[in-house]
Each structure stands twice: as structure tokens, then as C-alpha cells.
């Protein structure tokens, strides 16, 4: 890595390397090794926070706002996990501007309402200078007013349905173009598909990205949507809509069910006969995290587009594989949300240094064009439009809770949140 990787302001960051840290992050620059007091002076506090958020000379406060209680924790456990790994490497590699880190906690609670009072608090009372948050677009579009009423920073992680950008969000996970088009095209080349049933839970992303998928599939690729249906969060019970798919006999079951009801979903699947080795079944819900819970023999077989899969077969994954096990455990697993949760703090504090300052719209303004080689997935870059430019993959699900990928685009898809055609 060249020097120029390592300097403040630099826009790029590979994660450090294991034999120079206790939690094994890279070889840190010389400006890294710098004593908090230089610091200090080149980055003086009365400069990098113009706008009264909790930064002093040597601590920045951030937030982390996600479901650890209620059908969603499940889902969203992983991006706790992950962002408390990426604060700690980073203050082990010198902090943002010589500055550690210190996180505030807060649970939504699976709940819309309570993201958007915890969030306020985040940002009014805390004063932090980024929050990591959110998972469902329920709980986003429900915290997206108060960050733009209080001009605050949320790094959002969740694959979602896109036709959404603003100043205060950047957005980790892929858009509808990156993941649903493209999951459908892949299935319909691949498999021959001309017959899907759409299934979601019942909330904007479910609903908003199957409005997209069935736009794809009846007016771009001219085929069947022949049932669609949805469940309330936590519902359990599914065998009426698996009577339905067993009648009609699908080509591809397209579902994108949430959280815990993924584990009664997947069981009742199999306890009905349905063989996924057999019965094409694409989910663009179902991380390694949800197969957790759900058992690999529930699912084996089944279909995942994400850009993420905790298998992927390079450096830079292998080493966040085995220092998030580390330090959360060797049962633990990781899906696509947990891998994008990772790099808000890495992303936050690049484009921090190239900004020189914590303040909103420095950073915000300082998004476009930040990179970061040392992502699990590989190669990311913040687009224009604040999300990232990302590889689209498949993965099969496999009998032991992982997945095999079995496709992945040759380059980088940019991000293209409002499709024409699709809104």
C-alpha cells in the first residue's frame, strides 16, 4: 500500500493488517503514529466541528441505532456486531482526525416510532457527529425527516427498494437495480423462469420492491406474475400461501419475507414437501444471519441475491471473517447487512479526513468519490447519488448455512436509486 493510502485526507483505507495490531488492522501511516497533541494542532477542534457536535481534541461520539429487541434482532444484531468491530479497529489504527471514538447505543426496538425518538436523541441531546442505523425502510423513512430537520449523518446498511436520495443518508446496501432487477434477470437467463409468485412481508420495502420486480418481469422481460402476497412482521403462519404455491406451481418463488418469520416460513416450506433443490426459490431477504435461526437444512438449495456473502474467497474478507469471529464468536455468522453495516464507520471516518472536519455538510458534500479498498466485498466507491458502486452477486444455499456463489457481475454496478420505468 502506498503512502499516499495512509495520510489524513486520503480517500483511501485498506483494513490493517493482523500481525501490527492486537485486532489485526493494517500497517498504520505516519501521520497515524502522530501523539494526540499534534494532532491536535493540526486538526485544532474549534476547526472540525463548527457546528457543536460532541467532537473534542480527543474523543468524536457517534451513534448506533438498531433492532436488538423484537422480530427484528434477528436481522440487525449482526450490524451492532459489525460497527462496533469497525470503531474498534479504527481507534486502534489512530481514530478519525486523532480522535477515538465513542459510540451511544439505542434500540429500536423493531418499532418505526421509537427509531424516530431515538434518533432525535442521537442527534439533539447527543449530539452526534454520524449515526449507523436503521435496517428496515420502514424504520428509515421513519428517522429520515428528524436527520434532515437536525442535518445529521446516517449511514445506512440495508439492501432496499432505492427511489429515495438525500444529502444525510449515505447508503451502504444495494438499490433495486443492483439487486432485484438484476436477481431476476440472472434467474430468468439461468433457469429459463417465465412463472414467478411474489411474497413479502407487509411493509414499504416488501411491497415497493415488489411493485419493481413485477413492473421487470411483466413489462421488460414480458412474463407471469401469477400470485403475490404479504404477511405481517412476525407472522408465523404460512401454510394458506404455501397450499397457493403448491397449486400454481411457480417457475421461481420470489420472497422477500422479514425477520423471525423467515424461520417459520422456511420450516413450513419443507414440512409441506417442497423440495428448494428442486423448486427455484430466490429471496432477497435472507442473509447468513436469518439461516441462523432458520437451519441450513430448511433452505438448502435456495437462491440469494446480495453483494455480499460471508464465503467470498479473498484477502480482504478472510481477515474480517476471522476478526469479527474473534471478537463476537466462533458460531457467529455474517450476512450482507452485517458486511454494509461495517463500512459506515470505515466510509465515515475517510470521508472525514478528506472533508477535514466532522461537520455535516463538509461531509456530506466530501461523500462523492470516497473508496474503500479494504471492504469484505471488495472495491467500494460512494457514488454521486450516495450510494455505492458494488458487484451484484448470486449465491445457492448451502446445507450448512452458507452459500456458495454462484454468479457475480464482471464490474462494478453503479448505483441508480430512480430507474425510469419502475416508479
Not at 437467463?189 to 413492473?215: H, M, Q, V
Not at 478528506?354 to 455538510?361: N, P, R
Not at 473508496?371 to 467500494?380: D, L, N, R, S
Not at 451484484?392 to 452459500?403: E, I, K, M, P, S
Request: net charge neutral; hydrophobic share 40%; aromatic share 10%.
Amino acid at each position: 500500500m502506498s503512502s499516499d493510502n495512509k495520510t489524513p485526507g486520503s480517500r483511501d483505507f485498506r483494513i490493517p493488517n493482523r500481525r501490527q495490531l492486537l485486532i489485526g488492522t493494517a500497517a498504520l501511516g505516519a501521520a497515524a503514529m502522530l501523539p494526540r497533541s499534534a494532532w491536535a494542532q493540526a486538526f485544532p477542534t474549534s476547526a472540525v466541528n463548527t457546528t457543536g457536535l460532541a467532537v473534542t481534541d480527543t474523543e468524536v461520539t457517534v451513534g448506533i441505532l438498531h433492532s436488538v429487541t423484537g422480530t427484528m434482532a434477528i436481522s440487525e444484531t449482526g450490524s451492532v456486531q459489525a460497527e462496533k468491530l469497525a470503531i474498534k479497529q479504527i481507534n486502534a489504527a489512530g481514530g478519525v482526525l486523532g480522535r477515538q471514538i465513542k459510540f451511544i447505543q439505542e434500540d429500536g426496538a423493531s418499532d418505526w416510532p421509537t427509531f424516530a425518538e431515538k434518533a432525535k436523541k442521537l442527534l439533539v441531546k447527543d449530539k452526534c457527529a454520524s449515526v449507523m442505523g436503521c435496517w428496515t425502510s420502514a424504520s428509515r423513512k421513519a428517522v429520515l425527516p428528524v436527520f434532515e430537520q437536525y442535518n445529521g449523518m446516517l449511514y445506512y446498511p440495508t439492501f432496499y427498494e432505492g427511489l429515495e436520495q438525500s444529502k444525510n443518508v449515505i447508503y451502504t446496501g444495494q438499490e433495486a437495480t443492483q439487486q432485484i432487477i438484476a436477481g431476476l434477470d440472472w434467474v430468468v437467463k439461468e433457469k429459463g423462469a417465465k412463472s414467478f409468485y411474489l411474497l413479502g412481508s407487509d411493509y414499504i420495502w416488501p411491497r415497493t420492491s415488489n411493485k419493481i420486480a413485477r413492473k421487470h418481469i411483466e413489462n421488460f422481460l414480458k412474463l407471469k406474475v401469477v400470485g403475490e402476497e404479504y404477511f405481517p412482521l412476525g407472522h408465523t403462519q404460512f401454510n394458506s400461501v404455501i397450499n397457493k404455491l403448491k397449486l400454481t406451481k411457480p417457475d421461481v418463488i420470489y420472497a422477500i419475507i422479514v425477520g423471525g418469520s423467515n424461520v417459520a416460513f422456511y420450516k413450513q416450506l419443507k414440512a409441506a414437501g417442497i423440495d428448494l433443490t428442486k423448486q427455484t426459490l430466490v429471496t432477497i431477504s435472507v442473509t447468513e444471519d436469518e439461516i441462523l435461526g432458520i437451519g441450513g437444512e430448511n433452505i438448502v438449495g435456495a437462491y440469494a441475491c446480495m453483494k455480499y456473502f460471508q464465503s467470498l474467497d479473498n484477502p480482504n474478507n478472510k481477515a474480517f471473517v476471522s476478526e469479527f469471529k474473534k471478537m463476537w464468536g466462533a458460531e457467529t455468522v455474517i450476512g450482507d447487512v452485517t458486511q454494509a453495516a461495517y463500512l459506515g464507520p470505515w466510509l465515515w471516518k475517510l470521508t472525514v479526513e478528506k472533508a477535514g472536519s466532522f461537520d455535516v455538510d463538509k461531509v456530506a458534500a466530501a461523500s462523492p468519490g470516497i473508496e474503500f479498498k479494504g471492504a469484505p466485498e471488495g472495491y467500494v466507491r460512494i457514488h454521486e447519488n450516495h450510494h455505492l458502486w458494488s458487484k451484484t452477486r448470486v449465491g445457492l444455499a448451502r446445507l450448512d448455512g452458507q452459500y456458495d456463489v454462484v454468479y457475480e457481475t464482471a464490474d462494478l454496478m453503479e448505483p441508480n436509486p430512480f430507474p425510469k420505468g419502475y416508479q
